[in-house]
């Protein structure tokens, strides 16, 4: 079985793209729409990666990162977040709640790939 | 939604169409006699994304050809080979190419023979080089410090941020990634481990000193501790072969037990480099606040976020909004009149603010069309680099007001008409050398571009310090073509408007660059498609300056509007001349029952719109005692349209008529007035057709 990487994002257009990036790079995706479906999505599962947007309804992507960190199976897996601001103040904000590490929007397929392998 | 890899391909062509764009800017910007090395990794790198995301989306021959100019770059970049004019042009060749690639794969084609004659002749050129080329001796003087023959790399002290586990950090990838750009060594400090007692096991308190020889620019490197760099945790120093030693401070910090806060204390009291370089004199202060501001400018190049949008949905928003401020429009007339009698104020309140958001909302989805003037003026130093190269002139382009934003439709109308603008003004208006040497002005002459915006429009310029029109040689010609009858002067600045006229050339010679006679007419003719105008300013010996001044969106339209019968219309202002009241006996019948005005001794056609567009109605226009005519031009040609009523100057939102029930002959567009009713757009050049073609089935 491949690693399984979950991709969150309210956009799908943005969704589709990370995830036929990512399928044509082998790897296994779930997706969710938010937060909450996320948690959700995630509870149970055996992730290698998760990959977040910042601003959704019903739970951002912030959120979302000290959530699971608080579960045990998510303290130590790699998570990065989707944020449209290159600004040290979004970054830092990631980085306090616990994410591994960043992709700034917009973002080539090349872009995305680079910074999972650099996470992976 | 279409298929996903479809989307994906046309994100891939608008990416690798501006890293083309970007790339060519850079050559063109490149001082051969002192190359910036990061111009040389922005070249490079342009190339490499372009290869690999063409790779990803199926283009291999796109990927193919620019990995040979990636190739190319790669020992340019690192120092290793001198960047040379002649590589210059071949590059510049190659993104001409890569344009040519990109263009017909859009198409699904492959690349004509022509180019693809052209690209095997410029890769084989390349490869010799690549193969042939003499690399200079590390002691050669021109060489850059960074020679490749000793040891070049970075001594790295990195100490792992104390959160690096708990946020998943992937401390072993950072080395093996590190390896991948040359030869790493390590050396693991442990010093930083508290005590068993003390030590949380989630915590990390490990720090590396680290050696890698390596050819990569400190960029690659940093980018690889990304997620971990936080302020001083991470310095990177380049290996020299003198100092191949840690810093000063780390010695002291090991043997004189100096504690890293005290160095960096002091290490913090090291003044920044400008004002060192002030304090001694070596430079205005004004310098370095534009260097700083330079720099400032870079950075913020790279940190605008951008998301891609299809203009299709833009134009559905755009549209939408139009609407919506209609209807605003009409609730607040009619509550107007309501309130009138109630008087209620909450109510008078919130409308007073729908109308402000309703037209902030307007203005900024208005906004999101807009895209900076320097999309068109980028393609500029190129060409006035391969004309200067052509015409044996020495040239020099300015550009300002780049960050003035137009309606994007604007920038693809544009480009046509000021391409013609500028290769007249470099193959017309500048002199050759030796005329300029003679005259007392400086050998190269200079292009300027300029925009800015002025009372709700944009005004583009174009102007040039060569020979400036000839008003008499105008005049000459203008007799010639019996534009201007013989004994008469029209003023100068008349005279310099009759060059766009069609057919009118003054150039005495025909060259490549331009002057084949027609074009000025055209330039015009765009112009005014787009809802503007164009006004020339000319000084003989010194210059001309060609103006066009443009709406700020196409979705809006300055219009005169008319009454017409029961109906309202709308005359685009660009074509109207003018509008006056004349006498019965002005208008006068010629052959059987077309009529003209005599207006200033020349005769117009006269146009009654009730009758061509066949309104009924009461008032009779013919019948008025003082018939009112608006005067309007188009495609070179004139007439009289006789209307009922001027209503007033408006702005008007341009709704197709086509989208909403069919194309009309003589009717370009509608609009909803502020009362909700609809008004007619006129078509000027269609009007004119339509009575053409009445009068000849009246004869």
Redesign the interface.
């Known amino acids: 079985m491949g690693k399984c990487i979950l991709t969150v994002d309210d956009s799908s257009t943005m969704r589709q793209m990370i995830v036929f990036t990512l399928k044509e790079a082998g790897f296994e995706i779930l997706e969710a729409g938010d937060g909450v479906e996320a948690l959700d999505r995630a509870k149970g599962q055996k992730l290698s990666l998760v990959i977040t947007d910042v601003n959704m309804p019903r739970m951002d992507g912030i959120t979302l990162v000290k959530e699971l960190r608080a579960l045990p199976e998510f303290r130590f897996t790699p998570i990065l977040v989707l944020t449209t601001e290159s600004g040290i103040d979004m970054k830092q904000k990631g980085k306090d709640a616990g994410a591994t590490g960043w992709i700034v929007k917009p973002f080539s397929p090349e872009k995305l790939l680079e910074v999972v392998n650099k996470v992976l | ?1 279409s298929d ?2 479809e ?2 391909r046309n ?1 891939f062509f608008e ?1 690798a169409t501006e890293l083309a764009d970007g790339m060519e800017a850079t050559l063109l910007a490149l001082d051969i006699s002192a190359v910036e090395t990061e111009d040389l990794h922005t070249i490079f790198r342009a190339a490499h ?1 372009i290869k ?2 063409a790779g ?1 989306f199926g283009f291999p021959a796109i990927a193919a050809f620019t990995h040979q100019l990636e190739s190319v770059m790669d020992p340019v970049r690192q120092g290793v080979r001198p960047m040379t004019s002649e590589l210059r042009e071949q590059l510049l060749q190659g993104v001409d190419l890569i344009r040519s690639h990109l263009h017909n794969a859009r198409q699904g084609e492959p690349l004509p023979p022509k180019d693809q004659q052209a690209q095997d002749l410029l890769v084989e050129r390349i490869r010799n080089q690549e193969f042939g080329a003499v690399v200079p001796t590390p002691s050669a003087p021109s060489m850059p410090a960074a020679s490749p023959s000793t040891a070049t790399g970075f001594s790295i002290r990195f100490d792992a941020p104390r ?1 690096a ?6 401390l072993e ?1 950072i080395f093996r ?1 590190l390896g991948k750009l040359g030869s790493l060594q390590t050396w693991l400090d442990t010093s930083h481990l508290p005590g068993m007692g003390d030590l949380d096991p989630e915590d990390c308190h490990l720090a590396w000193d680290l050696r890698l020889e390596t050819a990569a620019c400190r960029t690659e490197v940093e980018e ?1 501790f ?2 971990v760099a ?1 302020g001083d945790n991470l310095r990177i120093a380049p290996l020299t072969p003198t100092d191949q030693v840690p810093p000063l401070g780390e010695i002291l910090e090991a043997v004189a037990g100096v504690s890293p806060a005290d160095v960096r204390e002091a290490l913090a009291q090291q003044k920044p480099l400008g004002e060192l370089l002030v304090e001694s004199g070596k430079v205005k202060p004004e310098a370095v606040s534009r260097a700083l501001d330079q720099q400032q400018k870079k950075r913020s190049q ?2 605008a ?4 949008v299809s203009t299709e949905k833009i134009d559905r928003l755009v549209n939408l909004v139009g609407e919506l401020v209609i209807t605003q429009a009409m609730l607040a007339q009619a509550a107007q009149q309501a309130l009138a009698s109630t008087g209620e104020e909450p109510l008078a309140s919130a409308l007073l603010q729908l109308d402000r958001q309703t037209r902030e909302l307007q203005e900024r989805v208005m906004g999101i069309r807009m895209v900076p003037v320097e999309m068109v003026f980028s393609r500029f130093p190129r060409m006035i680099h391969e004309l200067g190269k052509q015409l044996g002139k020495d040239l020099e382009l300015t550009l300002e007001g780049q960050a003035t934003e137009l309606d994007k439709t604007f920038i693809e109308m544009l480009v046509d008409p000021m391409t013609h603008l500028v290769r007249n003004a470099v193959d017309h208006g500048i002199e050759t050398r030796e005329e300029r040497a003679r005259t007392g002005k400086p050998v190269t002459g200079t292009i300027a571009l300029r925009a800015y915006s002025r009372g709700g429009h944009i005004h583009i310029e174009v102007r040039d310090d060569g020979r400036g029109l000839d008003p008499e040689r105008i005049l000459r010609k203008a007799v010639e073509r019996g534009l201007v009858p013989p004994e008469t002067r029209p003023s100068d600045e008349e005279l310099n408007l009759l060059i766009f006229e069609p057919g009118f050339s003054t150039a005495e010679q025909v060259s490549d660059v331009s002057g084949r006679g027609v074009g000025m007419d055209v330039v015009r003719q765009n112009i005014r498609t787009l809802g503007g105008r164009i006004e020339v300013d000319s000084q003989p010996g010194r210059g001309s300056t060609f103006r066009l001044i443009l709406p700020l969106t196409l979705a809006i339209l300055d219009g005169l509007t008319v009454r017409v019968a029961d109906e309202t219309f709308v005359f685009p202002l660009a074509s109207v001349l003018e509008s006056f009241q004349c006498l019965p006996d002005d208008v006068r019948t010629v052959k059987g029952d077309r009529e003209v005005i005599n207006l200033r001794g020349e005769f117009i056609p006269v146009i009654r719109l009730k009758r061509l567009l066949e309104l009924g109605g009461d008032s009779d226009e013919g019948a008025r005692a003082r018939p009112l005519l608006v005067l309007v031009e188009a495609e070179g040609r004139r007439a009289a349209m006789s209307v009922d009523e001027l209503l007033g100057q408006q702005q008007v939102v341009i709704k197709s008529l086509e989208t909403h029930y069919r194309r009309v002959e003589g009717i370009s567009g509608a609009t909803i007035l502020g009362d909700g009713r609809v008004a007619l757009i006129l078509d000027v050049p269609g009007i004119l057709r339509l009575e053409a073609g009445a009068a000849l089935a009246r004869a």
């Open positions: 939604m996903p890899m989307q994906f994100a990416e994304s690999g995301n990803t959160d586990f708990r946020r998943g950090v992937n990838r990634d690889i990304e997620f936080e790279t940190d976020a951008t998301l891609r």
